[in-house]
C-alpha cells in the first residue's frame, strides 16, 4: 500500500477521492437522486423536458393526457408514496408498542467508522500473524496470507459484536417487560399472540403495556451471542498478545545473538589493534561483566517495554470491541417488523404527520412547476405543428387522483379474485362433503374408506357419514384391527412352537 501511494501518488488518490465520493453518494442517495431528477428535467437542449415537449400523442387509455404529461407526472411521483393518516399512525403505534419509538437505524457514518476500525484490526494482526500465516513461504506471501486472515477476523468481530449490541438491547426490553409481569402480580398474559406490522394495532390496546411489547419484541431473552463474543474476543486479545509477546522474544534473542557474533568477529580480525595490550585478566572478566549487565540491561528494558505495549494494545482491541457493542445496543430495532415500519414512516424523516404532508407538498410543488413548463412547451409545439387544437389543463394533483382511483380499483378487483378463489374451495369442500354423503351401506363406506390415502381425509369421510353408519364403520375397523391382530399372534406362536418343536 505503501508502495503504490510512493509510486502513483495520483493515481492512489484519485481512488481514495473516488470511493469517498461513492460513499457520500450511497449516504444520500434519495438527495442525489432528487436533484438529479430536477437538473436532467430543466437540462438545455437534451433535458427531460424538452425531450417530452417534442411529443404530442394522447394517452391511449385517456385522451385528456398527453403521453408526456403522464411520463413527466410518473417520474416526480415516484418520490410519493401515497400514505393516508391513519396507516402512518399505525407503523407510529407499533413502533411504540414495540419500545422501538426515537430510535433509527445504524447512520452510514457509524459503518464508515467500523469500516475503518475494521481496517485499522486488520493491518495490526497482519504484522503479528505475518511470520507465523505460512510457514516456508515468501515474505510477500506471508504478507498476504495474513492480511486475508486478520481480515476475516475483523469482519466476524465486526458481525458479533454488532449483533451482541442487538441482542442485549432487545434482551433487555424483554427482562424490562417480564420484571413489570412479576410486580403486576402476573395478573395478566405475559403475552396474547405475536401482534405483525399487517394487523391493526389496536389488537391489544386492552392489554397492560408489558403484554403489547411482549406480543411485538418476544417473551424469552437470550444471550447467547453475546457470550459467544465476549469468549471470542477474549480469546483473540489473549492469543494476539501472546503471539506478539514471541515475537518480541524472537526479536531480542536475534539481537543478543547477532550482537555476540559481532564482537567474535571483531576480537577474530586482524586488524583489531587491542590484542597488542595484554589486559590481567582480572581487568578483562570485569569488563566482560559490565557489557553482559549493559546487554541484559538493555534487553529488559525492551521487554518490558514491548510487553507493557501488548498489554495497552490488548485494552485497546478490547474497548474497540465494547464499542462494537454499544453501537449495535445504541442504534437498531428490537420489534420483528421494527425495521419495515421505520421505513414505511420514512426512516425517520417524519415526527407526525404533518410533517409528511409537508414534505409531499414541497414535491408536488417542484412537479407542478415543471408540468406547467412541459405544458406550455407542448402547446406552443401543438400550435406549430399539430392539428389538434384541444388545450391541456391537468395538474400533478389531477395525477395523483387518478393514481389513487387506479390502485383503489387493482385493490378491489383483487380482493374479489381472492373472494372467489375461496369461495371456489369452499364449494369444492361442500361438494366433497356431499360426495361423501351418498354412501349409504356399509361396504361402499368401508371401500370408501380404503380408497382413502390420508388419514385426515379418512376422518373426514368418517364424520361425513350418518351417525348409525359411523357406529357401523368403527365396529368394521375394530373387527379387522383384532383380526390382524389375531393372526400376528398366530403367526408369532407358530413361530415359537416351529422352535421348540
Same mark, same amino acid.
Given at each position: 500500500?505503501? !508502495?503504490?501511494?510512493?509510486?502513483?501518488?495520483?493515481?492512489?488518490? =484519485?481512488?481514495?477521492?473516488?470511493?469517498?465520493?461513492?460513499?457520500?453518494?450511497?449516504?444520500?442517495?434519495?438527495?442525489?437522486?432528487?436533484?438529479?431528477?430536477?437538473?436532467?428535467?430543466?437540462?438545455?437542449?437534451? @433535458?427531460?423536458?424538452?425531450?417530452?415537449?417534442?411529443?404530442?400523442?394522447?394517452?391511449?387509455?385517456?385522451?385528456?393526457?398527453?403521453?408526456?404529461?403522464?411520463?413527466?407526472?410518473?417520474?416526480?411521483?415516484?418520490?410519493?408514496?401515497?400514505?393516508?393518516?391513519?396507516?402512518?399512525?399505525?407503523?407510529?403505534?407499533?413502533?411504540?408498542? /414495540?419500545?422501538?419509538?426515537?430510535?433509527?437505524?445504524?447512520?452510514?457514518?457509524?459503518?464508515?467508522?467500523?469500516?475503518?476500525?475494521?481496517?485499522?484490526?486488520?493491518?495490526?494482526?497482519?504484522?503479528?500473524? /505475518?511470520?507465523?500465516?505460512?510457514?516456508?513461504?515468501?515474505?510477500?506471501?506471508?504478507?498476504?496470507?495474513?492480511?486475508?486472515?486478520?481480515?476475516?477476523?475483523?469482519?466476524?468481530?465486526?458481525?458479533?459484536?454488532?449483533?451482541?449490541?442487538?441482542?442485549?438491547?432487545?434482551? @433487555?426490553?424483554?427482562?424490562?417487560?417480564?420484571?413489570?409481569?412479576?410486580?403486576?402480580?402476573?395478573?395478566?398474559?405475559?403475552?396474547?399472540?405475536?401482534?405483525?406490522?399487517?394487523?391493526?394495532?389496536?389488537?391489544?390496546? #386492552?392489554?397492560?403495556?408489558?403484554?403489547?411489547?411482549?406480543?411485538?419484541?418476544?417473551?424469552?431473552?437470550?444471550?447467547?451471542?453475546?457470550?459467544?463474543?465476549?469468549?471470542?474476543?477474549?480469546?483473540?486479545?489473549?492469543?494476539?498478545?501472546?503471539?506478539?509477546?514471541?515475537?518480541?522474544?524472537?526479536?531480542?534473542?536475534?539481537?543478543?545473538?547477532?550482537?555476540?557474533?559481532?564482537?567474535?568477529?571483531?576480537?577474530?580480525?586482524?586488524?583489531?589493534?587491542?590484542?597488542? &595490550?595484554?589486559?590481567?585478566?582480572?581487568?578483562? /572478566?570485569?569488563?566482560?561483566?559490565?557489557?553482559?549487565?549493559?546487554?541484559?540491561?538493555?534487553?529488559?528494558?525492551?521487554?518490558?517495554? @514491548?510487553?507493557?505495549?501488548?498489554?495497552?494494545?490488548?485494552?485497546?482491541?478490547?474497548?474497540?470491541?465494547?464499542?462494537?457493542?454499544?453501537?449495535?445496543?445504541?442504534?437498531?430495532?428490537?420489534?420483528?417488523?421494527?425495521?419495515?415500519?421505520?421505513?414505511?414512516?420514512?426512516?425517520?424523516?417524519?415526527?407526525?404527520?404533518?410533517?409528511?404532508?409537508?414534505?409531499?407538498?414541497?414535491?408536488? #410543488?417542484?412537479?407542478?412547476?415543471?408540468?406547467?413548463?412541459?405544458?406550455?412547451?407542448?402547446?406552443?409545439?401543438?400550435? %406549430?405543428?399539430?392539428?389538434?387544437?384541444?388545450?391541456?389543463?391537468?395538474?400533478?394533483?389531477?395525477?395523483?387522483?387518478?393514481?389513487?382511483?387506479?390502485?383503489?380499483?387493482?385493490?378491489?378487483?383483487?380482493?374479489?379474485?381472492?373472494?372467489?378463489?375461496?369461495?371456489?374451495? %369452499?364449494?369444492?369442500?361442500?361438494?366433497?362433503?356431499?360426495?361423501? =354423503?351418498?354412501?349409504?351401506?356399509?361396504? #361402499?363406506?368401508?371401500?370408501?374408506?380404503?380408497? &382413502?390415502?390420508?388419514?385426515?381425509?379418512?376422518?373426514?369421510?368418517?364424520?361425513?357419514?350418518?351417525?348409525?353408519?359411523?357406529?357401523?364403520?368403527? !365396529?368394521?375397523?375394530?373387527?379387522?384391527?383384532?383380526?390382524?391382530?389375531?393372526?400376528?399372534?398366530?403367526?408369532?406362536?407358530?413361530?415359537?412352537?416351529?422352535?421348540?418343536?
Amino acid at each position: 500500500m505503501q !508502495e503504490f501511494f510512493a509510486t502513483y501518488p495520483l493515481l492512489a488518490w =484519485s481512488v481514495v477521492s473516488t470511493m469517498i465520493a461513492l460513499v457520500v453518494v450511497v449516504a444520500l442517495w434519495d438527495q442525489v437522486k432528487w436533484w438529479w431528477l430536477n437538473t436532467w428535467m430543466s437540462f438545455p437542449l437534451i @433535458g427531460r423536458i424538452n425531450t417530452l415537449s417534442k411529443d404530442l400523442n394522447r394517452d391511449v387509455t385517456n385522451p385528456s393526457w398527453f403521453k408526456a404529461e403522464k411520463a413527466l407526472c410518473r417520474d416526480y411521483k415516484k418520490f410519493i408514496r401515497i400514505q393516508n393518516e391513519l396507516d402512518f399512525n399505525d407503523k407510529i403505534e407499533y413502533l411504540t408498542k /414495540a419500545g422501538d419509538n426515537g430510535r433509527k437505524a445504524i447512520p452510514m457514518w457509524i459503518w464508515i467508522l467500523t469500516v475503518a476500525m475494521v481496517f485499522v484490526e486488520a493491518m495490526g494482526f497482519s504484522y503479528v500473524l /505475518a511470520g507465523y500465516t505460512l510457514p516456508g513461504a515468501s515474505e510477500n506471501l506471508q504478507q498476504t496470507g495474513a492480511y486475508g486472515i486478520a481480515f476475516l477476523i475483523s469482519i466476524i468481530l465486526v458481525a458479533l459484536t454488532h449483533f451482541a449490541g442487538h441482542e442485549l438491547y432487545k434482551s @433487555g426490553k424483554i427482562a424490562h417487560a417480564r420484571r413489570e409481569w412479576a410486580e403486576d402480580g402476573r395478573k395478566h398474559k405475559l403475552t396474547t399472540g405475536t401482534v405483525a406490522l399487517a394487523k391493526p394495532q389496536s389488537i391489544d390496546d #386492552d392489554q397492560p403495556r408489558y403484554t403489547q411489547l411482549c406480543n411485538r419484541v418476544g417473551t424469552h431473552p437470550s444471550y447467547k451471542i453475546t457470550i459467544l463474543t465476549a469468549v471470542f474476543v477474549v480469546s483473540v486479545a489473549v492469543f494476539a498478545t501472546y503471539v506478539r509477546g514471541q515475537v518480541l522474544e524472537k526479536s531480542l534473542h536475534q539481537e543478543v545473538v547477532g550482537a555476540s557474533q559481532v564482537v567474535g568477529a571483531n576480537n577474530a580480525d586482524g586488524l583489531d589493534f587491542s590484542n597488542d &595490550l595484554v589486559l590481567p585478566e582480572a581487568d578483562l /572478566a570485569q569488563n566482560q561483566a559490565a557489557v553482559d549487565k549493559a546487554r541484559a540491561d538493555e534487553t529488559s528494558i525492551d521487554r518490558h517495554g @514491548g510487553w507493557a505495549t501488548f498489554i495497552v494494545l490488548a485494552f485497546v482491541f478490547v474497548f474497540l470491541q465494547i464499542l462494537g457493542v454499544i453501537f449495535g445496543h445504541r442504534w437498531g430495532f428490537a420489534g420483528q417488523n421494527s425495521a419495515a415500519a421505520f421505513a414505511d414512516i420514512g426512516y425517520g424523516r417524519y415526527n407526525t404527520y404533518s410533517d409528511v404532508r409537508e414534505h409531499y407538498q414541497e414535491i408536488t #410543488d417542484t412537479a407542478q412547476s415543471k408540468l406547467e413548463t412541459l405544458q406550455q412547451k407542448l402547446m406552443d409545439r401543438n400550435a %406549430q405543428h399539430g392539428t389538434d387544437g384541444m388545450h391541456t389543463s391537468k395538474s400533478f394533483y389531477d395525477f395523483l387522483e387518478l393514481s389513487r382511483q387506479e390502485e383503489s380499483k387493482d385493490r378491489e378487483s383483487q380482493r374479489q379474485h381472492t373472494q372467489r378463489q375461496a369461495e371456489a374451495r %369452499q364449494t369444492k369442500v361442500v361438494t366433497n362433503a356431499q360426495d361423501f =354423503s351418498v354412501v349409504v351401506s356399509l361396504p #361402499d363406506a368401508l371401500r370408501t374408506l380404503d380408497s &382413502l390415502q390420508d388419514k385426515n381425509a379418512k376422518k373426514d369421510f368418517i364424520h361425513s357419514l350418518p351417525v348409525e353408519l359411523q357406529t357401523e364403520v368403527l !365396529e368394521a375397523i375394530k373387527k379387522a384391527k383384532l383380526a390382524e391382530q389375531e393372526k400376528v399372534n398366530r403367526s408369532k406362536l407358530d413361530s415359537e412352537l416351529d422352535d421348540l418343536l
